[in-house]
């Protein structure tokens, strides 16, 4: 006789769950509405790293709950980043995606084909960066984008569009698109958008 064994749930799946209760415990501290649809709409995007876009976590959402529309999805997005469970990212198609991850990082975002993935870099969450006084701006926050070329759109040559190979040393350069040319922003040529 066998006896009955719960199945562990998976490691993924108690990730999720506890990142799921943990939105709730902040929702319900701050005395926000926790509909079904809300709890989908965040449940969707933390769990896909791709930092998808409305419709994406849209696509997502609408097998579970039919009667969820596109327009109620942008609109739980829009209050999630307003009460900061959220953030939105910039992308280099100006597409507007999101983010579940709120602890300091920074993205790699793929010029070719699009792809944003989470990095750590401590020391570039922790720089000292100097912002100085703005005229008429108040600074909020600084959103930090590397951008460049993921290893499945480095050519078959192996050498990216701004001259390095795969192993890091520099090759002969190849002409940037015009959509790459910039002038140089700052001893770093980092270019920051927020």
Known sequence: MRADRKKKPAPATEWLDQRCAEFEARSRARGLRLTP??????????????????????????GELQTLSQATVYRILESLEREHFVRRVSTTGGVARFDATLEPHQHLVCRVCGRMVD???????????????????????LDVRLVGRCAECIDSTGVSERGRTVSGETAAP?????????????????????
């Open 37 to 62: 649809q809300r709890l989908a709409v965040y449940r969707a995007l933390a769990a896909d790293a791709s930092h998808p876009s409305a419709e994406s976590v849209y696509d997502r959402v609408r």
């Open 119 to 141: 990095h750590f870099a401590p020391a570039l969450a922790s720089a000292p960066f100097v912002v100085g006084d703005v005229p008429g701006f108040v600074v909020e926050e």
């Open 174 to 194: 190849r002409p940037a698109s015009p959509a790459v040319r910039s002038s140089k922003t700052g001893p770093s040529r980092i270019r920051r958008r927020n």
